[in-house]
């Protein structure tokens, strides 16, 4: 069995697949998956309670978008009460360090909360994103979320895109979605879930033929 160190970190469009891909990998690599897991972990670590990380994960508050995107990062305090920019930051901040403990422990597939920024001094971490048509997307959605209409389905991808956009910008001084954020963007659309599933392993094979072995 190849020991050879991989974190793979996949940021993704909401309803791209983005989750199903990262799952199959996860399980063709034999490696471990983390998802809503990272705020379980996180709670767990922390001792707080699970709910609080699901309230702000990958979310910033309006008035944190506003500021931010205004150029008052500095001064965040003046359009949003204290607490709230304290409990944002510091749950950011707990969750990292999950992040970071579970890529040291191993080989392991990371979806989304900006994993791809908090380990990217690590030499073994690949980051991907992955995106799709919005045909596909709303498809997609309207499946998985029983009972929702298209304009519903179309709606919530819209806002959960600019919720996500928002945090990762915030938090990372990136842009999300953009080409030279990550180290390989694809378009499931082109070759489907498990046609992307297969690309990705190869770029993930031949990554590791062009880099020195790191053992973990």
């Known amino acids: 069995m190849d020991q ?4 793979l970190t996949i940021g993704r469009q909401f309803g791209s697949g983005g989750r199903e891909i990262g799952q199959k990998l996860a399980k063709e690599l034999g490696i471990g ?18 709910d609080i990380f699901e309230r702000a994960d990958e979310r910033t508050n309006h008035s944190l978008s506003y500021a931010f995107t205004m150029g008052y990062s500095s001064f965040v305090g003046m359009f949003t009460p204290y ?3 304290l409990s944002n930051d510091t749950l950011f901040k707990i969750q990292s360090d999950t992040i970071r403990n579970i890529a040291g422990k191993g080989s392991c597939v990371l979806v989304g909360r900006c994993a791809d920024y908090i380990l990217r001094d ?13 045909e596909n997307r709303i498809q997609k959605i309207v499946e998985r979320q029983h009972g929702i209409t298209v304009e519903q389905a ?3 991808m819209i806002k959960t895109d600019k919720s996500r956009a928002a945090y990762y910008n915030y938090y990372t001084n990136k842009t999300w979605g953009m080409a030279s954020s990550y180290n390989l963007c694809v378009d499931a659309s082109i070759l489907g879930i ?13 990554r590791s033929e062009q880099r020195p072995p790191h053992f973990g």
């Open 194 to 206: 498990d046609g992307t599933v297969a690309f990705i392993k190869r770029f993930i094979d031949q």
């Open 33 to 50: 998956y983390y998802d809503k897991e990272l705020i379980s972990e996180a709670a767990k670590e922390s001792g707080l309670c699970e």
């Open 83 to 85: 607490n709230d920019i």
């Open 122 to 134: 690590d030499p073994a971490c690949l980051s991907v994103f992955i995106s799709n048509t919005f």
């Open 4 to 7: 050879t160190k991989l974190i």
């Open 154 to 156: 179309k709606d919530l």
